[in-house]
Structures are given as structure tokens and as C-alpha cells.
């Protein structure tokens, strides 16, 4: 089955393959440029709609809300909502900006979520019904991604450039968390990669995506020798890594307080999209067995893995 949003762009190239392109008048341009500046938007006008029906999508990110009643999730550049118990999604975003990424602030009350509704992708804040969205970052040039809440829900950490970055949710030019050089280390190097953080139940910790790299003097262990659990009590022995380049993604817990990434899984075909348990007793994450997708579960109270 061919993916639903290379299908939706497929289908959306043809449509407007099929009727003559009619350029923008000054007036229909100037209206639009004025509307875009007051909502942060694309000064684009929009003639042609898609309408479609699927009971399934391919390439979604999705969240649940923190009373665990109703799913957020992203298709075809639009996000919706479903009872978590099933039924009929409500699309809650609409509009020529691609909108992607939702994540439920801890109170339930509102979302982040990734969009280049100002022509780069940056974070934004909407109601959890969609309404009311405020741009938070406005960058030109770099894209965001991957966006979560703080426990507290006063701040949003995304992926930037390959590193972690946090923003209050009133706005501000923003904390750098990874990719910082110890001081009096060596500048030179490539710096690891960050991606797609997640909470671990500790305010302490996130959970991460590495690749790149792994050395000590870039904060990434003090023994590349050895793999330990999160749950090891030991603090000599909690703060080792594993060893390798990681020329594949890897999960790994980055240390808030240090400032330090320890990486905790060795999959030959990658780790990716680590995602705690509420309590902070299991994790889960993505990768492949026997050649084919899969899910891991980890007890990190014992390191066991299934």
C-alpha cells in the first residue's frame, strides 16, 4: 500500500496539474500578505480543496491526552482528534501550512506542535480543540522538531540543528541543553546528535535519540566499555556508556543536571522513538527483528529486555 502522504501529495500534484494556474492579483497578493502578518502565516491563497476518506495513514506522529480519553495526531499536513475508544476524527488545524508533531501540554489544555505555517518549521501553541495557535519560535532558516512539554508544562523541548533546545511557552531566544563543549575541551570534531527527546518520569532525565560519535571528552561517558541500565544504583557504574560510533541511531538518557549523554542500547539495526512508562519503570522503543520492524520493552528497574 502506498504510503498516505506520499498518496495525498501525489493526488494534490495532479489536481493542480489539471486546471490552469491562475496567478495572485496585486490586490488578492496585498490582502493576503496583510492577513499572513497578523496570524504568522503564508501570504498564499488557497482556491482548490482536497477532500478524502481513510480508515488508515502511514507516517503519523500521534499523542494522548493526559486523561487518556482522546488521541491527537497528525495526516496530510492537518491535525485531528479521536476518541482514544475510536469513531470519527475532527480535523482541529486547517490551511496551507504544513502542521505536524502534536504533543499535550500536561494539563491537557493545550498543544505544541511543528509547522511552517511562516515558511520555516518552527513551534507552536494551539488550544487542544486547535483554536487560538500562537507561533512560539520564529526562525527563518532552521527547522524544529519533535516538540515535548516540561513536567511542569511552562516549557517546550525540541530538536534543532541536531540538538536539544528549550523554550518557555511565553517565548524567548531559548536554552541550548545538548551539543555544549565541556570547558577546556578540544574544539575540534563533530558533536553528536540529539533527537526526539521524551520523558522519563524524572525531571532530571530525558530520554533521546544519539548519533555520531561517542567520547568522553564530548560528555558521553567516562568508560565506553560497557552498556548499563538506567536502574543501576551504583553511581560509578550509572555513569558509563556504551561504546561505538553511532553511524545508527541509538536511545540514550541525557543527564540534565551534567550535562552528560549516556547511551543505553546496542541495536545493530538502530534504536529509535524512546518513550517511558508513566511511572518510570519501562521503557519502549523501536527497532528491527528478524529483518522486520518491531517494538523493545525494557524493565528499568533490572535492564531485562523482551
Do not use: C
Amino acid at each position: 500500500m502506498m504510503p498516505l502522504r506520499r498518496f495525498g501529495s501525489t493526488l494534490a500534484l495532479a489536481l493542480v496539474s489539471s486546471a490552469p494556474l491562475v496567478a495572485q492579483t496585486p490586490a488578492q497578493n496585498d490582502s493576503a500578505v496583510k492577513a499572513a502578518a497578523k496570524s504568522s502565516g503564508l501570504p498564499l491563497l488557497t482556491p482548490r480543496t482536497l477532500s478524502f476518506t481513510t480508515d488508515e495513514a502511514s507516517w503519523i506522529s500521534l499523542d494522548v491526552s493526559p486523561d487518556g480519553k482522546t488521541v491527537v495526531f497528525d495526516i496530510l499536513g492537518d491535525l485531528y482528534t479521536l476518541p482514544i475508544t475510536g469513531g470519527t476524527a475532527t480535523r482541529i488545524t486547517s490551511g496551507a501550512g504544513w502542521d505536524q508533531q502534536p504533543r499535550y501540554s500536561p494539563d491537557g489544555h493545550q498543544i505544541a506542535f511543528v509547522s511552517d505555517r511562516n515558511g520555516s518549521k518552527n513551534l507552536w501553541i494551539a488550544n487542544a480543540d486547535g483554536t487560538r495557535p500562537q507561533i512560539l519560535t520564529k526562525s527563518e532558516r532552521t527547522n524544529f522538531a519533535s516538540p515535548i512539554w516540561s513536567p511542569d508544562g511552562q516549557y517546550l523541548i525540541a530538536s534543532r540543528t541536531g540538538q536539544l533546545f528549550m523554550y518557555h511557552k511565553d517565548g524567548g531566544s531559548g536554552l541550548q541543553l545538548t551539543g555544549l563543549r565541556p570547558e577546556g575541551a578540544s574544539p575540534g570534531g563533530t558533536m553528536p546528535s540529539h533527537y526526539a527527546a521524551a520523558p522519563s518520569g524524572e525531571a532530571r532525565y530525558l530520554w533521546v535519540n544519539v548519533s555520531g560519535g561517542v567520547s568522553p571528552s564530548l560528555g558521553l561517558g567516562t568508560d565506553p566499555g560497557e552498556i548499563q541500565s538506567a536502574g543501576d544504583d551504583s553511581e560509578e557504574r550509572s555513569a558509563r556508556s556504551n561504546p561505538r560510533r553511532l553511524g545508527q541511531y541509538q536511545v540514550a538518557q541525557f543527564d540534565r543536571e551534567t550535562g552528560r549523554t549516556l547511551v543505553r542500547s546496542h541495536e545493530t539495526e538502530g534504536a529509535y522513538r524512546p518513550v517511558a512508562s508513566p511511572d518510570g519503570k519501562w521503557l519502549v522503543y523501536a527497532t528491527r527483528y528478524d529483518a522486520r520492524e518491531a517494538l523493545k520493552l525494557r524493565d528499568l528497574t533490572s535492564g531485562e529486555e523482551r
